[in-house]
């Protein structure tokens, strides 16, 4: 089997490229061009998604039987500061590549990323959040993957694509960028036990709920997904737990034994925040045997760890 990998260079695509190596897939990943990849058993193609000819071009170029769309901007904080690109990036990324396979007449499968934030704000009487819950996205970045996953939806019935759905939530993990809430923790905690920073940590808000997945079981639900879930169909990719934010916090300090004081920064608030957001995932979990394997004290230990060899 052969794979493309579409945005691989961040960091769910090389978790994603090291799991479909793993299952001996033949794998070819896109990068833009001034990301750097260390290609070890895979092949690797710059692209610029906003550029159709260049997406088809790549379709045409091998036969696929799995298309895994990564390419996005993910950021909820940077999409509300640069909403353009994050609808270039997001919308039009995404129908550069529908078009392709629609065009090219692909047969493979196709997996689009999107996100639990498309959901936005959730009454407590619909948590867990099941696929058919109405989508009210409360930022930039959900409405654009909520989007993604309508348009997808429709070319995969208007043109018979065999493409699935994802809603993705919070997924954490080593390596993950300090844009993104656990990482952040974590780096701060790390630099703080080497003396590189008052021992202050500086953080949002802390009341939100959120459902964290550790990135390895993540990109394990893609590949089940790219096997066995149904054209036209969307699946939730979470951990069917809410915790809040000032639960992984405290986790984070007790598990790295740091002594610091904690400071809510304003500049980390965002201009909308979502309450609660826990996924259920009895769909993905009924189509294809998936769960998460992951406790989140592994995952905080493991990223913990990290940024301590990073600092080293």
């Given amino acids: 089997m052969k794979a493309l ?24 990943v896109t990068k833009m061009e001034n990301e750097a990849i260390d290609a070890e058993g895979f092949e690797v193609a710059d692209l610029d998604i906003l550029d159709y000819l ?8 091998g036969t696929f039987s799995c298309i895994f769309h990564l390419a996005a901007q993910s950021s909820v904080a940077l999409s509300w500061k640069n909403p353009q690109l994050t609808v270039d990036v997001n919308i039009k990324g995404a129908l550069n590549v529908l078009d392709a396979m629609r065009e090219t007449e ?40 909520g989007c993604q996953n309508m348009l997808g939806t429709i070319y995969a019935k208007a ?6 759905l994802v809603r993705a ?33 500086r953080v949002g808000n802390l009341e939100a709920k959120r459902d964290f997945t550790d ?7 893609y590949e089940y997904l790219g096997r066995m879930g149904k054209a036209g169909e969307t699946y939730n990719v979470g951990s069917g737990k809410a915790i809040s934010i000032r639960e992984i916090l405290d986790a984070i300090i007790r598990l790295s034994g740091a002594d610091v004081e904690v400071v809510v920064d304003e500049n980390k608030l965002r201009p909308v925040d979502v309450p609660v957001i826990e996924a259920d995932i009895g769909k ?23 940024w301590r060899k990073l600092y080293e």
């Fill in 5 to 28: 990998i579409i945005g691989g260079a961040g960091f769910v695509g090389k978790y994603l490229t090291r799991r479909l190596l793993e299952d001996k897939y033949e794998v070819v």
């Fill in 106 to 145: 692909y047969k493979g499968k196709a997996v689009l990323i999107g996100s639990g934030e498309e959901y936005g704000t959730i009454d407590v009487r619909e948590v867990p959040i099941a696929e058919k819950t109405v989508l009210r996205p409360g930022n930039i970045y959900a409405a654009t993957k």
């Fill in 54 to 61: 260049s997406v088809k071009a790549l379709l045409e170029s």
């Fill in 169 to 201: 939530f919070n997924h954490i993990g080593p390596g993950q960028s300090e844009v993104f809430v656990v990482s952040d923790f974590c780096k701060q905690i790390v630099e703080i036990e080497k003396g590189l920073r008052e021992p202050i940590l």
């Fill in 215 to 221: 990135v390895r079981d993540v990109v394990r639900a």
């Fill in 284 to 306: 993905i979990s009924s189509m294809t045997g998936w769960k998460p394997e992951y406790d989140l004290e592994t995952t905080i230990t493991d990223t913990i760890k990290y």
């Fill in 159 to 164: 043109y018979g694509l065999d493409i699935v």
